[in-house]
Nanobody
Framework: QVQLMESGGGSVQAGGSLRLSCVAS????????MAWFRQAPGKERERVAT???????SSEDSVKGRFTISEDNAKNTLYLEMNSLKPEDTAMYYC????????????????WGQGTQVTVSL
């Protein structure tokens, strides 16, 4: 059974940093597109960043230059390094896995973690 487990969320002041982790189990991690999504209260879920098995990454304009997606294949772990956090980054952050593709931004992600809360205050 495929499982994703996020951790690393918390409360920080604006300008601070956090690193989210997502441990994958139950499948061959390197054969999937991986991504981070977030959902703020009252808003739709939005994609934050993606990572393919060839190392290609993408990130949305709202986080470009501040957030970095990466992985440790030996640990089956996906990361999201978040710097220069803003109050508008406050959301529940989810890790997701989807079928391998040349462009992970076009993938429908079918496996989700339970989420980790990030709260950024002024």
């Amino acid at each position: 059974q495929v499982q994703l487990m996020e951790s690393g969320g918390g409360s920080v002041q604006a300008g601070g940093s956090l690193r989210l982790s997502c441990v994958a189990s139950g499948y061959r991690y390197s054969r999937y597109c991986m991504a981070w999504f977030r959902q703020a209260p009252g808003k739709e879920r939005e994609r934050v960043a993606t990572l393919s098995n060839n190392g290609r990454t993408s990130s949305e304009d709202s986080v470009k230059g501040r957030f970095t997606i990466s992985e440790d294949n030996a640990k089956n772990t996906l990361y999201l390094e978040m710097n220069s956090l803003k109050p508008e980054d406050t959301a529940m952050y989810y890790c997701a896995a989807g079928p391998l593709a040349t462009d992970c931004r076009r993938v429908v992600f079918g496996v989700w973690g339970q989420g980790t809360q990030v709260t950024v205050s002024l």
